[in-house]
């Protein structure tokens, strides 16, 4: 039987729609000719919680909505969970004992990758002010901050990737300019965008969660 996956999406729903798809494509990889028992089970949960990530006075709102939501769930099948958006890991403990401790948190993986590397950063101002990813990476100025809040908000509008991708490649050549090593794409509509990125000095934690939970 295959592994039952849940993913915690909706913030925004574009993000955790292109994890669903990069799970199915991994898991063509590994099986070439997949018939439909080949694939995981998923149970994608997209949950229309208010802008918690940029108005943090919704914060307890939205918790209390995302653990209702979840008590719909029969949390006792699931195998291996994420919440496919990085701020909303501010809530992560919250989230995971609902799950019964089901989840792999995308920003410890990622954060395991970095052994030593001097890492920046793209994410909302939210992730960079509550330093999710530790206090020792480089963070992009506050003109930069804005200009990357304006790309996450345009993959939640339906701007194509291939339009907002020059920017967000500008926005991580500063960072690797200033002696990043790798630069994390610290928000999951970065991560729908960076497919479409020339550079190969980026860290996307939908790539390694993927990976992750196909592996695991």
Known sequence: MQKHILIIGGMGPQASIHAHKRLIETCQKHHP???????????????????FISDETKKEAAKNYILTCLKEIDVSSVDVGFIACNTAHILYDDIQ????????????????????????????P????????????????STSIKTIEEIIRSVIAGTPSNELAPVLECEVQKL?????????????????????LKLDCTLDPIELIVHEVIDK
């Open 126 to 141: 939210t992730t960079i002010r509550q330093r999710l990813y530790g206090d020792d990476v480089l963070t992009p100025d």
């Open 176 to 196: 690797h300019d200033r002696g990043a090593e790798i630069v994390v794409l610290g928000c999951t509509e970065l991560s729908v965008v960076g497919s479409h």
């Open 33 to 51: 000719n997949a018939g439909g028992g080949d694939y995981p089970r998923i149970t994608h949960a997209s949950l229309s919680v208010d802008d």
């Open 97 to 124: 004992a609902a799950t019964g401790g089901k989840l792999i948190s995308l920003i410890d993986l990622t954060q395991k990758q970095f052994r030593g590397r001097h890492v920046g950063l793209v994410a909302s």
